[in-house]
């Protein structure tokens, strides 16, 4: 569990990197970062989504 708890704050760090690199971008560059940014935060919901679909199932019963 801690293993895939330090792979997802990589993810987010990740993203949250791509995300601080659109400061000050704009036109071309910025819709190019943006895409960057994008894929990442996706990269990292998906990896966060099934977690947190296992807990709420389990909470169900």
């Excluded at 995300?19 to 819709?31: M, N, P, Q, S, T």
């Amino acid at each position: 569990m801690a293993e895939a708890s330090e792979d997802l704050i990589k993810l987010e760090r990740s993203a949250e990197e791509e995300r601080a690199k659109l400061a000050g971008l704009d036109g071309e560059e910025r819709a190019a970062q943006w895409r960057r940014w994008y894929d990442a935060a996706v990269v990292f919901q998906a990896g966060y989504g099934p977690r947190r679909s296992d807990r709420t199932a389990a909470a169900r019963g």
